[in-house]
């Protein structure tokens, strides 16, 4: 019985429709692409710089001034990574830190805002280091017999 051959980088199949030969424009009658070269005839399209920006309208007021704008977007807001009190079983210790909670996988980074949100129940009491809290976190917290320190 013959074995299958092992595929490795060697001879893998190439991807169906990686090696098409490319569109040769304005090559003569015959190539089916000739003459204009598939841009019609004249009109600003058929231009060499024919292609307009994004968002012209060919002259009309365009739909993004046409719009009213409200209300503002501050450049400088920083979005805290929250925490249910739920997740907050998974740590080993009974400080929470943005540190512990890195090091337990609960959020990304130590630097940016953690907020603890009151989804869930404690079960022991923990001290708070250096996060934020909902006020209904804050109140579990608390009749767990935990503390917020800073």
Same mark, same amino acid.
């Given at each position: 019985?013959?074995?299958?051959?092992?595929?490795?980088?060697?001879?893998?199949?190439?991807?169906?429709?990686? !090696?098409?030969?490319?569109?040769?424009?304005? %090559? =003569?009658?015959?190539? =089916?692409?000739?003459?204009?070269?598939?841009?019609?005839?004249?009109?600003?399209? *058929?231009?060499?710089?024919?292609?307009? %920006?994004?968002?012209?309208? =060919?002259?009309?007021?365009?739909?993004?001034?046409?719009?009213?704008?409200?209300?503002?977007?501050?450049?400088?807001?920083?979005?805290?990574?929250?925490?249910? +009190? %739920?997740?907050? !079983?998974?740590?080993?210790?009974?400080?929470?830190?943005? !540190?512990?909670?890195?090091?337990?996988?609960?959020?990304? %980074?130590?630097?940016?805002?953690?907020?603890?949100?009151?989804?869930?129940?404690?079960?022991?009491?923990?001290?708070?280091?250096?996060?934020?809290?909902?006020?209904? *976190?804050? +109140?579990?917290?608390?009749? !767990?017999?935990?503390?917020?320190?800073?």
């Amino acid at each position: 019985m013959a074995l299958a051959p092992t595929i490795g980088l060697n001879n893998l199949p190439r991807p169906k429709g990686s !090696a098409t030969t490319p569109k040769r424009k304005g %090559r =003569g009658p015959g190539s =089916g692409l000739g003459k204009t070269a598939g841009r019609g005839h004249k009109g600003q399209r *058929a231009r060499k710089s024919g292609n307009v %920006r994004p968002g012209f309208e =060919g002259g009309q007021m365009p739909l993004i001034r046409r719009v009213p704008k409200r209300g503002f977007t501050n450049p400088f807001r920083t979005s805290a990574q929250v925490v249910n +009190l %739920r997740e907050l !079983a998974e740590l080993s210790s009974e400080e929470v830190t943005p !540190a512990t909670l890195v090091a337990a996988g609960l959020v990304s %980074r130590a630097d940016d805002p953690v907020k603890l949100l009151g989804v869930g129940d404690v079960t022991r009491a923990y001290v708070v280091k250096g996060c934020a809290a909902s006020a209904g *976190a804050r +109140l579990k917290i608390e009749q !767990a017999g935990g503390r917020f320190e800073g």
